[in-house]
């Protein structure tokens, strides 16, 4: 081997040493972040657990209001059905027709 390739092969040693001795020296960093990135990583998967829960939550008050509220929905659709409301109405004019009379015949405008 000639001198040339020994200084070549030398230097190829020396850089791939100095190359671990880098790559050593990030190691603690490296790790660092690491366990940084997973501690991020589980945080994000609790609030998605969280934020899961809540929305199943409002699903299932929702839910529970809807069936809390048929009843009414009910009662709401019977008092706003046209029939009714023209019974109402027809109620009304009786009533209004009766009182006109009872005043009429006590001789009062």
Do not use: C, D, K, N
């Amino acid at each position: 081997m000639t001198l040339m390739a020994g200084i070549g092969v030398g230097l190829l040693v020396l850089a791939l040493v100095l190359t671990l001795i880098g790559l050593l020296a990030a190691l603690p960093r490296a790790l660092r972040v690491r366990r940084a990135s997973l501690r991020t990583l589980q945080l994000a998967a609790t609030y998605r657990l969280l934020f899961g829960i809540s929305a199943l939550e409002l699903q299932l008050a929702a839910l529970e209001r809807h069936q809390l509220l048929r009843p009414y929905r009910r009662v709401r659709r019977w008092v706003t059905h046209p029939l009714t409301v023209a019974l109402a109405e027809s109620w009304a004019r009786r009533r209004s027709r009766a009182r006109a009379a009872t005043l009429e015949a006590m001789g009062l405008p």
